[in-house]
């Protein structure tokens, strides 16, 4: 399978014919497949048997909702999708899962035998996706001239984007375990809510913004925060960021300390009240 880069445009408009379209990676015509944006897998996992999730968005006026769908677009060829699966799926997938290697403390997680450039370019294909999507839920969510150098990166599998720059220079990826210390909402309602990836930026532009999303009771941050100097940029370090290590600590965050998320599990109380919550 050939993944030169070439140049791609996201409107639909680059269709070759009624049957074909551009593959988003290889940059080849090819028959697409439905790619999903988060892997089906999780889906399968919060669905637990259960036809329906509950589908909380990152905003303040979209409600909490029972759903059975999971995004879904046309960007990969055959091909493209295995060789995301086999390079960064197979293993990003598993992450969250509780295994040998997985220590559980009372304020962190921690990860032994990480494998820091999978699991980085795993999360990176999930935004990347998005931004490439014609869904409209991810209407807004654009990574500009960003976006090819992702591409790039996940065709070489290297986090290089030159000799001297790396792709985790300019976007940190950081995870944390959302917990409830009241017990108001159960750790199993948390594990059980999808928060689609959502958008939240500072006041000042020199504040930066992320995406994020949560899954498995796990938020992940794409933080995009632009420093002067190269060297702080390089080396700029935040809560419970992922790291070139060989393990890593999660570490728990009370949901009452992200006011955003306090507010949407509110109405996810509200909505469980209601509706009865996923089984």
Not at 218 to 247: G, H, I
């Amino acid at each position: 399978m050939s993944h030169k880069p070439s140049k791609l445009a996201k409107n639909s408009d680059q269709k070759k014919s009624p049957n074909k379209a551009i593959c988003r990676l290889c940059g080849e015509e090819k028959f697409l497949r439905k790619s999903h944006i988060i892997p089906q897998s999780y889906y399968r996992r919060i669905k637990s048997g259960n036809g329906q999730l509950l589908k909380v968005k990152g905003d303040k006026t979209t409600p909490p909702a029972l759903d059975n769908s999971d995004p879904k677009d046309r960007l990969l060829c055959q091909d493209c999708e295995q060789f995301i699966e086999k390079h960064y799926e197979k293993d990003g997938t598993q992450f969250f899962k509780p295994r040998s290697t997985t220590i559980v403390m009372p304020n962190y997680i921690k990860i032994k035998k990480f494998k820091y450039r999978i699991i980085y370019l795993y999360f990176l294909s999930i935004i990347w996706r998005a931004s490439e999507s014609s869904l409209p839920q991810y209407k807004d969510l654009t990574l500009g001239n960003i976006a090819p150098l992702i591409r790039q990166c996940l065709i070489n599998k290297s986090l290089s984007i030159s000799p001297q720059v790396r792709i985790d220079h300019f976007i940190k990826i950081c995870v944390v375990r959302i917990t409830e210390k009241s017990g108001t909402i159960s750790d199993r309602l948390i594990k059980k809510c999808l928060i689609d990836i959502a958008l939240d930026k500072g006041e000042e532009l020199s504040e930066g913004f992320l995406y994020y999303f949560m899954i498995d009771g796990f938020l992940v941050c794409y933080l995009f925060k632009a420093v002067e100097n190269f060297e702080l940029q390089k080396t700029a370090r935040y809560l419970s960021q992922l790291e070139d290590r060989s393990s890593i600590k999660l570490q728990k965050v009370d949901i009452s300390e992200l006011s955003q998320l306090s507010s949407l599990f509110s109405e996810v109380t509200r909505k469980i009240l209601e509706a009865g919550p996923p089984r």
